[in-house]
C-alpha cells in the first residue's frame, strides 16, 4: 500500500467513491467517520496542527487513482471534526482549521506529566521553552502548536497550577508551575 | 326446442370472446364504431323469449353488437351478428319518450325475435342511431364473402392459361419478371389507394381500415418463409425484411378507441386498450419502458386518431382502479415509467448486484450506458436503477471529470477502530485483489 511521507495509507485510500462526498446518509456518515479517523491519525504522525483548505494537502488528492476532494467535500469533513470537538476553526470564512489529535485536555495532562517527569514542579519556564527546550526533545511537546500550548496552559491555569505572566520582550510569555 | 327464457335460444345470442382487461377481441376487419354504457337488452315479448341482459356496455362494430357485463353478476359477455339483425324500428319522440330512457327496438333471426335496447345511461343515443343503420346498411360481412369469391375465381382462371399472356389478355404473373411485375402492380394500387384516400377526410377514415388490413397483408407476406432466392439477394432481404417486419409488428391494431365512438368512457377504454397493447413492447424493453416511449409505440400503431400525452398519462392513471396486470410508476427524479407488476424491485437489485461484484466492475466501477448494454434496458431507465441502488446502500458514486460511475458500496466492510484492517471474507477483500496490480 502506498505512503505518504512515512505514513502507510489504509486500502480504501484507493477506492474512488472514498473521494466522492456521498448523498446517501447512511453511506455518507460512514465516509465522515473515515475521513475523521484517517486525517487525525495522519496529523498525529506528522504532528500537523493546521490544515488550510485552500492549500493543497497531501491527504486530500490520491494521483494513482487521479481523484483528489472537492471544496465541499473538505468543507464537510473538516465541519465534522470540529462538530465532535477534535478540530477548530480559527476564522469565520472556514479556510484554516486547527487540529487537536490530542484535545486540549489531553494537552493539558501531557503538560503536568512533563513538569513532573523533570522536576518543574516549582519552577518557572518560558513558553517557547516548553516547546523548544531540551527538556522537551523526544516528547509529545516538541513542536506543538502555539496556539494549542497556550489554551492548554490557560485551562492549567484557571485551574490553579501555574501562572502565565508576561516577559521582558512582547512575545516572551513565561509559566510559573505550581504543580 | 323450448321457447324458454334462457340466452341463446335458437341461438339467438353467441358468446363474445373478451381479453383479460375486458376489451372485446375483435374478427378480422371488424372495426368499433360506438361506445355506451349502462345499457340493457330486454325482450319484446311476454313472456320473454330470452333472458334480459342487464346494465353492461354496449359495444357497437361493422359486424355486430356486442354487449359486455360491467359487473361481475354472472353475466357473460354476449353478441348478436348484424348479418342476423332484419328489421330496425324506427323510433318516434314522443312526450312519454322524454321521460324515459331511451331504447330502439330491432328484430333478429333466428326466430325474428324482437329485442329492445334501452339505454339508462348518458350517451349519444342520436349518434348511436345513426351508426347503428349505417353499419347494419354498410353490410361490412358482405363485402368479405365478396371478396374471398374473388380471389379464388382469379385464381382458378390463372392456372388454365399458357404463356407470358392469360385468357383474359393481361399479363400473366410467373417468373422471376412476373414476380416483378405483380410487386410493381400492388405499389402502384398501394399508390393510387393512398391517392384516394387523401381526397377527403371521410374518404381517408373508411381507407384507413384498408390501410390497416393493407399493412396486415404485408406482414402475413413478410412472415412467410423465404423462398429458394439466390442467396446473395438474402442478406439484403432478411435486413429489410426484418426492418419491415418491426414496423409492422407496430401496426397491430385495426379499430383504435376513439373520443367519438366512446364519449364519456373514452379514457376508460382507452384505458383497458392501452393495458393490453402495453405487453408486448413492456417485454421487448425488459418489463419496464418510459410514458414517452409507450407514447410513440402506441400512436404509432394507431396511424390515425392520435392521443394526446395527457390521455395517455389519464388512461395510465386508470389502471389503478382496473386488475390490470401493469401499473404507471413514478421515480424522484419525475421520470414516469410502465411497468409490468412481477417486475420487481428485488429482481433488478440482484442483477445489479451480480453486475458491480464482478473483478472488473469492482476495480472500475459502471456507468449508466455499462449498465444499460448488460443488462439490456434503455440508458436512462439504467441510471434510474442505479440510483435506486445507491439510496438502498447497494452501491456508492464515483464523480469525476470522466463522469458519474459507481461501484459496490464497501463502505459498511471498512472498520473505524482500524483503518487497515481487510477481512478475509467480504467483497472489500475481492476489491483489495482485483486492484492489486494498480497499488505501489
Known sequence: ?179 | MASGSSIGVGGLFTNAEVTTSGRPVLRRNEVECFLLSSVDFDSDDDPPRFTALKSGNLILTTHRLIWIPSQSNGAVPSSIPLAAVTHIFSHKKSIKSMFHSPRIRFQADPGSVVVTIVFRGKGDFDGFLTKFWECWRGRAWDEEDKSEAETSRSGGSATVAQGLYGNDGTVRMVGLAGILRKEQEQWESTDKSLQDAFQDLNALMSKAKEMVSLAEKMRQKLLSAPSSQNSSTDDEEMGSKEEMQQWMLSVGIISPVTKESAGALYHQELSRQLADFVRIPLEQAGGMISLTDMYYHFNRARGTELISPDDLWQACTLWEKFDVPVMLRKFDSGVMVIQNKSHSDEEVMSRIRMLVTKTETLRAGVTASDAALTVKIAPAMAKEHLLTAETKGLLCRDMSPDGLRFYFNLFPEMDLTNLHIVKDFGTYGEWVKATSILSV
Open chain 1, 1 to 179: 500500500m502506498q505512503k505518504l511521507a512515512d505514513f502507510k495509507l489504509p486500502q480504501f485510500f484507493n477506492y474512488p467513491p472514498y473521494f466522492t462526498l456521498q448523498p446517501v446518509r447512511d453511506t455518507r456518515e460512514k465516509q465522515i467517520q473515515l475521513w475523521k479517523e484517517l486525517i487525525l491519525d495522519y496529523c498525529k504522525s506528522q504532528k500537523t496542527f493546521l490544515i488550510c483548505v485552500e492549500e493543497d494537502f497531501p491527504l486530500f488528492s490520491n494521483s494513482a487513482i487521479d481523484r483528489s476532494l472537492s471544496h465541499e467535500a473538505k468543507e464537510t469533513f473538516l465541519s465534522a471534526i470540529v462538530g465532535e470537538g477534535r478540530a477548530e476553526w480559527l476564522d469565520k470564512g472556514h479556510r484554516k482549521c486547527l487540529i487537536l489529535w490530542h484535545r486540549i485536555q489531553d494537552w493539558a495532562d501531557i503538560i503536568l506529566q512533563f513538569v513532573r517527569d523533570n522536576g518543574l514542579e516549582d519552577s518557572v519556564m518560558t513558553v517557547e521553552e516548553i516547546r523548544s527546550g531540551t527538556e522537551s526533545h523526544g516528547t509529545e511537546l516538541q513542536g506543538i502548536d502555539r496556539t494549542i500550548l497556550m489554551r492548554a496552559l490557560k485551562l492549567l491555569e484557571n485551574k490553579g497550577k501555574l501562572a502565565l505572566f508576561k516577559g521582558t520582550s512582547a512575545d516572551d510569555e513565561g509559566v510559573k508551575f505550581s504543580v
